[in-house]
């Protein structure tokens, strides 16, 4: 498994931007599929991106034009860029780890709060 360290969030308001890292450790950085997910009050956790093996991003609909997910290999660190926070987009978020491409993500962050203030 891989350990993370996540790290941003916080509380702003509807239009605003904000940074979450996640930092891994024990393996490869640059061999692990990175990913994020978040889950609001009283709803399922729900997929937000993923930052495969080669540079390739998947994104939910929802926060599509909205959100950039990247990753500094050098860094062992995943980000998560969001602008124009949306009232919606409160929820905790989580970094999620998995080796390779396929099959579940083995390991995950703690979780850190986002809230937007409409």
């Known amino acids: 498994q891989v350990q993370l360290v996540q790290s941003g969030g916080g509380l702003v308001q509807a239009g605003d931007s904000l940074t979450l890292s996640c930092a891994a450790s024990g393996r490869t950085f640059s061999r692990i599929t990175m990913a994020w997910f978040r889950q609001a009050p009283a709803k399922e956790r729900e997929f937000v991106a993923v930052?495969?093996?080669?540079?390739?991003?998947s994104y939910a609909d929802s926060v599509k034009g909205r959100f950039t997910i990247s990753r500094d290999n050098a860094k062992n660190t995943a980000y998560l860029q969001m602008s124009s926070l949306k009232p919606e987009d409160t929820a905790v978020y989580y970094c999620?780890?998995?080796?390779?491409?396929?099959?579940?993500?083995?390991?995950w962050g703690p979780g850190t709060q986002v809230t937007v203030s409409s």
């Open positions: 999620a780890a998995k080796p390779g491409l396929l099959g579940q993500y083995d390991s």
């Open positions: 930052s495969r093996i080669g540079g390739t991003a």
